[in-house]
DNA sequence: CGCATACGCGCC
DNA sequence: AAACGGCGCGTTTGCG
């Protein structure tokens, strides 16, 4: 049974998820639910209320019970190893600073490079407290200017691993071995999950020694780590709710759909598709996920302003549908000052309206990307609850048990004996959680012993 | 002193 | 000047 207060809390959110959730009333908990149930249903929000977020709750409970394990002696010995080469970065910065200074103040560092070391700051932006920026990009942009900066690039990455995840990780893992997160229902606007004390959807994965920290993550004794991801999932929404006939043909061949964009924005046949021109597509599929301007995708993939907006107007003109979805949804939003899923998942974008070109624009990309994002977190979610019921009906509770949820993958823990035979029926479940208009879903999976391996 | 902010950065 | 959607967290800094 789920207690009253967590579903007012529910309602609140679909109603408003940009509102914060302050818990408190000592109302009739029974007479303002009913209210509110009453607004879900006039806000058509009854069926996400009912199908997705009250079926959940009890899953979450679950999961953060859980917990997943963490091996102590492998972080106490990583943390050691980062000591060890953080000490050498410490003293060979200093050194060539010619002072000591806090490493991680950016103020103090951006005296050291551009007063002390008179590095030229020139096409260096300011901050808005007035220092020029010291952030990784900066860093690596004048690496060449000063000897001083790859160390500080290099202490800054491992710093990083150290105070948020291996330090922190350590102290988190509870008396049964495990670290138990809290996925939060009502975490993020756009209807994902998020997840607190400690974020497990972070965990790093880039770099090498970020590798090393999932290999923290490990499974219980004769079992093994699976995960099932989705492939391309909001690209997937996006050529399906675009209805864009290019888009939905790429899947439907299942072809790389970066080489494809990459195929018709530079006008050349797909076998002649670069790295560069592919890495440069990629930026721009997510940028229009994220309604990305020809400002930041200049910036990000490296090009002018204005090549930026040839590629971009290129990959309007190709995709023709996506433009015309984008701008339908903006006027809907409009007339209405609220956006919503298909599955009628909404967000009030009050600012669409706002004069200020600032304020308006960032409703616009709110409107173009919840859509997406909101529609993706609706399958994963479906996806949680069927692979629930079908551990449920298979009598499985004792053998696969789901650890993570980060936003387009399902992590769980599942006894060696039986991976063979569960992943593929998750597999399936996952595949057909949610019926996508002319595009299917497709997962990937893999296993291990611990989360690097997967 | 505690707290909010700025900055920076990890992930999808 | 300006930066693209969604998060959580560690550290420094300045404010009350």
Known sequence: MINEAKKIELARWLLDPDSPLSQEGSEDLAEVLAALERRLEKAGLNKVFRE???????????????????????????????????????????????????????KQLSAILFEKLKINPEGIPKKKTGAYSTDAETLSFIKDRHPIVAPMLRYRELYKLQSTYVMPLQELIAKDGRIHTSFIQTGAATGRLSSQHPNLQNIPVTTEWGKKIRGAFIADKGNSLVSLDYSQIELRVLASVAGDPEMIAAFKKKLDIHRVTASKVFNVPI??????????????????????????????GNISVEEAKKFISEYFSDFASVKGWQEKMINQAKKDKFVVNLNGRRRLVPGITHPNRRFSSEAERVVTNMPIQGLAADIIKLAMIQTDELVHKKKWQDKVR?????????????????????????????????????????????????????
């Open 52 to 106: 997705i977020e009250l079926p959940l709750v009890s899953i979450l409970e679950e999961m953060n019970q859980v917990g997943v394990r963490v091996d102590p002696g492998y972080l106490k010995k990583l943390s050691g190893e980062l000591n060890k080469e953080l000490e050498k970065l410490i003293k060979d910065i200093y050194k060539k600073a010619g002072e000591e200074f806090n490493l991680n103040s950016p």
């Open 271 to 300: 076998e002649e598709v670069t790295k560069e021109m592919r890495n440069l597509a990629k930026t721009l599929n997510f940028g229009v996920i994220y309604g990305m301007g020809p400002n930041a995708f200049a910036h990000t």
């Open 402 to 454: 789901l650890l993570l949820s980060i936003h387009d993958e399902l992590i769980f823990e599942v006894s060696d004996k039986m991976v063979d035979e569960v992943v593929p029926e998750i597999k399936k479940v996952m595949e057909a959680a949610y019926k996508l208009k002319d595009v299917e879903l497709k997962v990937d999976s893999a296993v291990g012993k611990n989360w690097s391996e997967l």
